[in-house]
């Protein structure tokens, strides 16, 4: 299956600095991105929806400015958490949409998830 | 408004046992519909999904869904759990967005 890579896979990092995790489809051009934020032992939670080439479109309540997200190519989307706080610790996930051939396809695959600490 | 139900929270089966995982949703039109599972600090992946056609399929590791239309369900299922099964399982549905239940724990005794 089409697989999609997330890097960093856990970070630390001091409370009021920048960190980035990035995302990429690694055989399959994804022109729409997610990224979702996970707490222990709930659900996905969806922060953003990434375009290709445009601007990212948040969910209410999320912060578009402290969560910055671009997607600058087809295979990858980078989402940098800005002026980090301890309450950002989480888990990030994100997924690429796999339009398979011709697009008659539509599957979003999951990356592995960036564990963000924030110290 | 779009939502989706895993109306169990936690299940605990024993080695051997069938499974049944239910997923009831809420949505505008037929979604494309998804299972997934996640082990303990990892990302999800994907078993199985259903787009259209035979609204029974197949995923992997030993795991089928059935589509109920009328029913608004996409249970899962499996003959015969492996403790290696143990894992949270999610269901998701959507178009061009996706929505996720809250998952369901399995543990799996021996």
């Known amino acids: ?119 | 408004a779009q939502s989706v139900t895993q109306p169990d929270i936690h299940i605990t089966v024993s080695e051997g046992a069938s499974l049944e995982l239910r997923c009831n949703y809420s949505y505008g039109a037929t979604p494309y519909l998804f299972w997934y599972v996640q082990s303990p600090g990892q990302g999800l992946q994907l078993l199985l999904k259903y787009f259209s056609g035979d609204t029974l399929v197949q995923g992997i590791k030993g795991f089928e869904a059935e589509f109920k239309r009328s029913q608004s369900s996409f249970n899962l299922r499996k003959p015969s759990v492996h403790w290696s099964d143990a894992a949270e399982y999610f269901c998701a549905v959507g178009v061009n967005q996706f929505y996720f239940g809250t998952g369901t724990s399995l543990t799996v005794i021996p």
Request: aromatic letters at 10%; one cysteine or more.
């Open chain 1, 1 to 119: 299956g089409a697989v999609v890579s997330q890097h960093p896979s856990w970070v630390i990092c001091k409370s009021g600095t920048s960190v980035k995790i990035e995302c990429r489809s690694l055989d399959f051009q994804a022109t729409t991105m997610f990224w979702y934020r996970q707490f222990p032992k709930q659900s996905l939670m969806l922060m953003a929806t990434s375009n290709e080439g445009s601007k990212a479109t948040y969910e209410q309540g999320v912060e578009k400015d402290k969560f910055l997200i671009n997607h600058a190519s087809l295979t990858l989307s980078t989402l940098t958490v800005t002026s980090a706080h301890p309450e950002d610790s989480s888990f990030y996930i994100c997924s690429a949409r796999d339009l398979g051939q011709g697009g008659l396809g539509n599957t979003i695959y999951f990356g592995e998830g960036s564990w963000l600490t924030v110290v």
